[in-house]
């Protein structure tokens, strides 16, 4: 797993909030893209953690306890591991970076093992989020949760402003390398008990709700 895909994955959430409020339109995104959007897996946070920094990480080295170590991931995006030296760890899964030091211990001890836990993802804590802007009483950003639905958001924002046009609504998502705006009808949520746009969220995902054209 690449830096770069790290960095895209951290930038997609900035990207999205650049894209709300530079947009001078309220236009959807195409159907398809629409589709591929709510596909995504909402209940789950990430498909795979990708490690970054800030991270601690608890390098474990089977029956070697003199090279097991817990570290965190430096600025610079690596970590140093006993007898192997610095080595890259952000923009990786942990399994990547486990096989990477077993494959550098190689050349000092037999079949190393290594395993390597994550016991503090202090990098996700802005990747793994959602969001309420726009005429809202109380703009918000917080923690993703399984569950999680539009409305949610939309009330932990204390509703819309009087200025408001809720059926407006659009709820940005990244899906690869762009960000996908999905037709929300708040108004039709809250007065007809229609909830076939109460979508559920997934970390990254922007509730903007516009004014009213007057």
Known sequence: MS??????????PLAAVAFVAGCASN???????IEQALELDTVNSVDQYILGATDV??????????LSISVPVRPDGKISVPLVGDV??????????ADDIESSLSGFIREPQVS?????????EYMDRVRVTGAVESPVS?????????????????????????NNAMLYRPLNSEVVAIPVRLDDILEKGDISTNYSLRPGDILAVPERNF
């Open 3 to 12: 830096s770069k895909y790290s960095l895209r994955a951290l930038l997609l």
């Open 27 to 33: 236009s959807p995104s195409s159907n398809d893209k």
């Open 57 to 66: 990480v608890r390098v474990s080295v089977w029956r070697n306890e003199d």
């Open 88 to 97: 890259q760890a952000t923009g990786r899964t942990p399994e990547d970076l």
């Open 116 to 124: 390597v836990v994550v016991t503090n993802m202090g990098s996700y």
């Open 142 to 166: 917080v923690p993703h949760q399984a569950g999680m639905t539009v409305l949610d958001m939309f009330l932990s924002a204390g509703g819309a402003t009087p200025f408001a046009a809720p």
